[in-house]
């Protein structure tokens, strides 16, 4: 080998760790927790707390925005912990990662999921995003506002676990070529819709339950004071596509589960729990053969 063969095969070799580095970077998966908090307003409340009350779990004293900022990979707020793609904050899961709520509390924020995401809380922990939190000034602004907003490019998958999300005009807003799995989750008094699916989103739902979309009192006072823009528990708009599975639906001002798709066949509902919708079902009736070859099921 001589000098030129030697240097070329030295710079192939950190172009090679480069890319080696570069990929392990890119393919991170980035593990966070979530506390959780008294329940004081503002939202993200940082004052210091007794040790190990008000779930903070890690016993540093901080909830809320002060845990957020102290550099370590356990979070006050769930936005602060889902982070933006390319964020500031590298201890975040930076949209590509799984987010977990270790200890009970609301989280009056609107979640905006762009990347590949697992937002779950712990096995018994509640972890309740409410738009309302009594004496919190931003109330009013949230109650416009879906509870989590799903807008993810079709190459990455987000998961949604035991995830309670109320009083938004949507519990949960899949959008454009989002890839979503919601499973043990709850949405309820949301006004215009429990779960709402759109553009060419996939979407399934399984062991959830979806109650009294269209009824709430204050922000409004659905129904009897103002319409909901429909009250319905499930629906998937436009081109979307989905399974819903072992889920409730009750109380819905307006329909239960409901397919305004462009094809009667891109909805799938198997073993589900409805009752008091407006009506259970619209254009969509239950599979009688499951939701493994749901695209034959109108044929039959
Ligand atoms: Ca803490
Ligand atoms: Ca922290």
């Known amino acids: 080998m001589n000098f030129l063969q030697f240097r070329g095969s030295i710079r192939l070799f950190l172009g090679m760790m480069i890319l080696a580095l570069g990929t392990v970077s890119a393919l991170a998966n980035h593990p966070v927790l979530v506390e959780g908090n008294c329940n004081n307003p503002p939202a993200g409340n940082p004052a210091s707390v007794a ?20 550099g370590d990979r356990v979070f006050g707020t769930i936005t602060a ?13 930076n949209q590509n990662g799984t987010v977990t709520i270790v200890t009970s509390g609301t989280f009056p924020e609107v979640i905006t999921i762009a990347g590949n995401i697992t937002l779950q809380a712990a096995p018994g922990v509640v972890a309740d995003l409410d738009a309302v939190l009594q004496g919190d000034p931003g109330n009013g602004v949230r109650q416009t506002q879906p509870g989590i907003i799903v807008n993810a490019p079709a190459d990455r998958y987000v998961v949604i676990r035991n995830i309670t999300s109320k009083n938004w005009t949507s519990g949960i807003q899949i959008n454009s070529v989002s890839r979503v799995a919601i499973e043990s989750c709850k949405f309820e008094n949301n006004v215009n819709y429990g ?3 759109t553009g060419n989103a996939r979407v ?15 922000g409004g006072n659905f129904p009897t004071a103002n319409q909901p823009m429909p009250g319905k528990g499930i629906e998937f708009d436009d081109n979307s596509s989905g399974t ?10 307006a329909a239960g589960i409901s397919n305004q798709t462009n094809k009667s066949k891109n909805v799938c509902v198997n073993l589900v729990n409805v009752f008091d919708n407006s009506p259970n079902f619209q254009r969509v009736s239950p599979s009688k053969n499951g939701c493994d070859n749901s695209e034959n099921d109108d044929d039959k």
């Open 51 to 70: 040790l190990g009350t008000c779930g903070d779990y890690d016993g540093d004293g901080r909830i809320g925005t002060a845990e957020d900022m102290d």
């Open 81 to 93: 912990a889902v982070g933006t793609i390319g964020g500031a904050n590298l201890m975040s899961a």
């Open 195 to 197: 779960v709402e699916v």
């Open 204 to 218: 399934t739902i399984a062991k959830s339950e979806i109650h009294a979309t269209g009824f709430r009192q204050g």
């Open 244 to 253: 819903v599975f072992l889920t409730t639906v009750t109380g819905s001002f």
